[in-house]
């Protein structure tokens, strides 16, 4: 049986938010959906884990927590509630267990945003560590940019060749780490992710998007240990064309550099 799972229940009105566990981004939340829930294993660490919300982030990711405007504080309010959750139930159902909860009510009137709003909660166990934990500290210069711009080209390039293997190989650590903490047989995620790829490999209208310069919006995250390859529209910078039903399959990309090499990490 599949064992539970750390589930993050998130409630938000009147702003759009943006979700982490341990600096890493999870999601970004617009306003209008009013919440959405989230496994977050993958990005457990043991002993100590920081969860935060930033409210009203900035206008693309890399100014998220630096883009400081004033901004009306009436209406907005979050709350997270985090839970162990066994397979097929959500934090506050029969059988899961509460771990914690945290958020703000703001109380009215001008403040100024970004607003970070966070807690930490101690796990004496999870399926790390995690290679990006080990990984060298980054600086955000313009070789790493260079470095990280021909990953992601040889990443867009695997996929407009349709080549799986090369796909898979960009990512294969974090493939390999996000099957270990969300109970899934590494065999069986890469059958998926294969099955997945191949059908659109199949559809006659199938392309990747083309990658923009001007689009990429790389940011540090995981304080420090991993570059975010991002576009400014908070969406993944490499992603297809949408397909004959309209659907966009995006790719999320952030590298790390262990023992001198830059690789998918999450």
């Known amino acids: 049986m599949a064992r539970s799972a750390v589930l993050l229940d998130v409630t938000v009105e009147g702003c759009d938010l943006e979700l982490y566990v341990n600096d890493i981004p999870l999601m970004r939340v617009p306003a209008a959906a009013g919440g959405g829930m989230f496994q977050c294993d993958h990005v457990l660490v043991q002993g100590e884990n920081v969860f935060e919300v930033l409210l009203h982030p900035g206008s693309t990711p890399s100014v998220a927590r630096t883009e400081k405007r004033s901004l009306p504080s009436d209406g907005i309010a979050v709350e997270v509630r985090a839970a162990l959750c066994p397979p097929g139930t959500a934090p506050g159902e029969v059988g899961t267990a509460a771990l914690f909860r945290f958020g703000e009510r703001l109380p009215g009137g001008p403040m100024e945003f970004p607003r970070s709003v966070k807690t930490t909660h101690a796990f004496d166990r999870t399926e790390g560590p995690w290679a990006w934990e080990r990984a060298e500290l980054l600086h955000l210069d313009g070789a790493l940019l260079q470095e990280a711009t021909r990953y992601v080209q040889s990443m867009h390039g695997s996929l407009a060749r349709k080549s ?6 960009h990512n294969e650590t974090a493939h390999r780490e996000v099957a270990r903490a969300f109970d899934v047989p590494l065999t069986e995620r890469q059958s998926a ?16 998007a083309p990658l923009v310069a001007e689009q990429f919006d790389y940011r540090l995250v995981a304080n420090g240990r991993l570059l975010e390859c991002v576009a400014k529209d908070w969406r993944a910078v490499v992603r297809t064309e949408p397909d004959s039903e309209g659907n966009v399959m995006r790719f999320p990309i952030m590298v790390g550099r262990i023992d001198g090499s830059l690789m998918g990490l999450r």
Do not use: I, K, R
């Open 164 to 169: 799986f293997p090369g796909f898979w190989a």
């Open 193 to 208: 992710a294969e099955a997945a790829l191949n059908s659109q490999f199949a559809d006659p209208a199938f392309a990747m």
